[in-house]
């Protein structure tokens, strides 16, 4: 396992004293099952811890600074903030599917790219953090990279439903959406959809679901008519 993790740190601004639960944290089980002569873990275990230190994290974070917000707001909203699409788009921000650990057949289908791997990967790298360095490290982490740009990801979160209102209260025409392509093998395969008033197309989207291509399209539909 010959990964630079070191350029993961610099990105991150953490330097991990135990490097082996950061390689732990990276390790996907399909390299795990191909490596077991090895004993390599994969990071499973992990991502359970860190799905609960981020949602504990944000929940704190929301109750303090939403104080306006009742329950029921404040759970959609950190639904947002912490849902697969989302935390997949974090990840980006430190390029952390370029330090995963696949297995042969995972990297050749773009495993590397799919939103499940590297959002559960970057899980477990929030629980690598907490267990290395404490819950004020693991803290830090995920107010800079997943408590940042809210709004934004609430629109992301929320973009079929606020589209739809927006289109309601104009009453600019009827929204609906298309799926215009379909790619790949049935275990990988991606959509491309378009937002559509009457037949006109707003927005363009791509995802790894039908859902998922839709919302990306109504995203989009939504910046444009924000900048429009």
């Known amino acids: 396992m010959d990964m630079d993790y070191h350029k993961l ?3 991150i601004e953490y330097e991990f004293r135990n490097k082996d639960i950061l390689i732990n944290a990276l390790t996907h089980t399909s390299y795990a099952n191909e490596h077991k002569a090895q004993g390599v873990l994969h990071n499973e275990r992990l ?3 860190g799905d609960a230190v ?3 994290v944000s929940s704190e974070f ?3 600074q939403m ?9 959609k909203l950190r639904a947002s903030l912490v849902c697969e699409p989302t935390l997949a788009n974090d990840a980006k921000e430190i390029n952390l599917s370029d330090f995963i650990y696949l297995g042969k057949g995972e990297e050749v289908t773009g495993g590397r790219f799919r939103d499940s791997i590297v959002s559960d990967a970057f899980e477990s790298l929030i629980a690598a953090i907490f267990l290395d360095g404490g ?3 693991a ?3 995920i107010h800079r990279f997943v408590l940042n740009d809210i709004e934004s990801k609430r629109m992301f979160y929320d973009s079929k439903t606020i589209l739809q209102e927006r289109i309601n209260a104009t009453k600019r ?3 609906r959406y298309e799926i215009v392509k379909e790619s790949g093998p049935d275990h990988n395969k991606s959509f491309e959809a378009v937002a559509l008033l009457d037949d006109q197309v707003i927005g363009e989207g791509v995802g790894q679901s039908k859902k998922a291509a839709e919302q990306q399209a109504a995203f989009r539909a939504l910046k444009q008519l924000d900048e429009g």
């Open 9 to 11: 740190e610099q990105k």
């Open 47 to 49: 991502e359970f811890l």
């Open 54 to 56: 981020l949602e504990m």
């Open 62 to 64: 929301l109750y303090h």
């Open 67 to 75: 104080g306006s917000m009742s329950e029921g707001e404040m759970s």
């Open 135 to 137: 819950i004020e490290a």
């Open 139 to 141: 803290k830090k982490f």
């Open 173 to 175: 025409g009827t929204l």
